[in-house]
């Protein structure tokens, strides 16, 4: 099993920053991917980055040259730093990450999220 806990979140005045965390845990081989979702009240939940192992990043159209997604991969963590914060940018933020892990035996692949963390951006 593979445990994903976020921090970082909280209230925040539009044009303002708040990074957030995310550490994996658990019997974990390896992590090909983790990234950043977003879900806002009463709306699906939605892609905001998403980093490789290898450091190849993508993001939502809606937050590039805004947000910044990276990791250490030797902590298993993964990092957003959200700056010029927007109203529209309130949301629960999700991690996600996807890899292998080695037990229960046989090793076999992960898919997790973590249990999400308010972000809210006052005008």
């Known amino acids: 099993q593979v445990q994903l806990v976020e921090s970082g979140g909280g209230l925040v005045q539009a044009g303002g920053s708040l990074r957030l965390s995310c550490a994996a845990s658990?019997?974990?081989?390896?992590?090909?991917?983790m990234g950043w979702y977003r879900q806002a009240p009463g709306k699906q939940r939605e892609l905001v980055a998403t980093?490789?192992?290898?450091?190849?990043?993508n993001y939502a159209d809606s937050v590039k040259g805004q947000f910044t997604i990276s990791r250490d991969n030797a902590k298993n963590t993964v990092y957003l730093q959200m700056n010029s914060l927007k109203p529209e940018d309130t949301a629960v933020y999700y991690c996600?990450?996807?890899?292998?892990?080695?037990?229960?035996?046989?090793?076999?692949?992960?898919?997790?999220w973590g249990q999400g963390t308010q972000v809210t951006v006052s005008a």
């Open positions: 996600n990450a996807e890899g292998t892990v080695l037990r229960p035996t046989p090793p076999k692949p992960f898919d997790s």
């Open positions: 980093i490789t192992s290898g450091g190849s990043t």
């Open positions: 658990g019997s974990i081989f390896v992590i090909y991917a």
